[in-house]
């Protein structure tokens, strides 16, 4: 089966709206051309638990999800599969069958001719993002009662990130701080041990 490139809706029968007949209302009144590549509902029958995924029976729909009647509904409106999908029993814990489905996926990415995922004629605008070498990750400056003061839209990012009340947060910032140089552009410009540093409201003793 040739593999398209088209938007499926894959969710749990009751996650929007509550039930089958619901879910239908809902993709007929405000997704009716959105998932050309069909939907998938999680498992809609009788379950012991695991969100469906323990079934009781593959034979009955839960009562509170609807009937296959709802089943049948929601298909009307979607393509069936040319050819029902392959299946592929496996085991994580013995590994059994696993060799199996990646000789089946290689073989059909083999087979699958290349296509783009989105259509360039759509791309209004570029954006980039990624570091700029130029863009210092801190500075420092003096205040007037001789302590440093460090600041800097990266390093505020890592400091308004950090929870101070965590001992392991604090020596996590003090590493990141290390890592970015700090110590040692303080060193350059001759701080001392003891002397006094702040980033915000925060304060703290340079170590050498």
Do not use: C
């Amino acid at each position: 089966m040739a593999v398209k490139n088209q938007v499926q809706l894959i969710t749990y029968p009751d996650s929007l709206g509550g039930d089958l007949k619901t879910l239908n209302n809902v993709l007929t009144k405000y997704f009716p051309k959105t998932f050309k590549g069909g939907i998938h509902i999680l498992p809609p029958f009788p379950s012991s638990g695991d969100r469906g995924f323990a079934p009781l029976t593959y034979l009955e729909i839960e009562p509170q999800f609807g009937t296959w009647e709802d089943i049948r509904k929601l298909a009307e409106n979607y393509d069936e599969f040319e050819e029902l999908p392959a299946i592929f029993p496996i085991s994580g814990l013995t590994k059994q069958g696993l060799a199996t489905l990646l000789d089946a996926t290689a073989e059909l990415l083999d087979k699958t001719p290349e296509f783009l995922l989105y259509d360039e004629s759509d791309m209004e605008e570029e954006a980039y993002y990624g570091f700029d070498e130029e863009e210092k990750a801190f500075e420092i400056s003096r205040d007037d009662d001789a302590t440093w003061v460090l600041s800097g839209e990266k390093l505020m990012k890592l400091f308004n990130m950090t929870n101070f009340d965590r001992d392991e947060a604090v020596m996590k910032f003090a590493r990141q701080l290390r890592g970015m140089g700090v110590d040692e552009a303080l060193r350059a410009r001759g701080a001392k041990d003891g002397d006094l540093v702040r980033i915000g409201k925060f304060e703290f003793e340079f170590v050498d």
